[in-house]
């Protein structure tokens, strides 16, 4: 699949920090369609098709239900910053930070659907040598991290500025959203803060 047109008009539009300053559970519904751009040499792009939300001390399955610690601190900083934790201690999460500073809320990007910068996707994700299809370049927060680049270095990164990462809208609407409880946590389970494209082939389960 050849890459989409240039992106460098949307990628100078970021969303800006007053978008991300509410409750993750308002936010994170309104990301879905939009898009996470990587803006530096080959522009690199995927349309965000699943989240889910973590909602600070009220949540039992958030990192920052028991306040600020060195792991977590990016979630307690301003709005619109990149949160970004290791898992497993091998797998990388990307999240958005929302609300005021002080909150804890963020939202865990889940999966994406790669619109441009295949090839530096597939390379990314191929390094292991397994040959990876198309439709799980994204499909999942540590399958996108990996086919984004992105690391603990990004961590605090701004999220409203172009020119590195950042989250945009090209006005693409992906119509009425499906909702579950979360995926892979153990506490907070009756909460149903899971958004996705249903029938999209890129999340990262039905």
């Known amino acids: ?35 996470l751009v990587l803006d530096g040499g080959s522009t690199q792009a995927g349309r965000i098709v699943e989240v889910e939300a973590y909602c600070g001390d009220g949540d039992p399955a958030a990192h920052s ?25 091998l797998h990388w999460c990307a999240n958005a930070v929302c609300a005021p500073a002080g909150t804890g809320d963020a939202v865990l990007l889940r999966a994406l659907e790669p619109v441009r ?57 992906p119509g009425k959203l499906a909702q579950s409880s979360r995926i892979g946590i153990s506490r907070g389970t009756d909460l149903r803060w899971r958004w996705y494209v249903a029938g999209n082939p890129h999340v990262s389960a039905p």
């Open 65 to 89: 239900r028991s306040g600020p610690t060195a792991r977590n601190a990016t979630m307690f900083g301003p709005p619109g910053r990149l949160y970004v934790y290791l898992i497993y201690g």
């Open 117 to 173: 910068g295949f090839d530096a996707m597939t390379a990314r994700r191929s390094a292991s040598g397994r040959t990876v299809a198309f439709a799980e370049l994204c499909s999942g927060p540590a399958k996108l991290t990996q086919a984004f680049g992105i690391d603990g270095s990004h961590d605090g990164c701004d999220l409203t500025t172009a020119g590195g990462l950042s989250i945009c809208d090209d006005g693409w609407s």
């Open 1 to 35: 699949m050849a890459d989409g047109p240039s992106l460098a008009d949307v990628a100078a539009r970021a969303i800006q920090p007053e978008f991300y300053e509410r409750p993750a559970t308002e936010i994170a519904p309104e990301l879905v369609g939009k898009l």
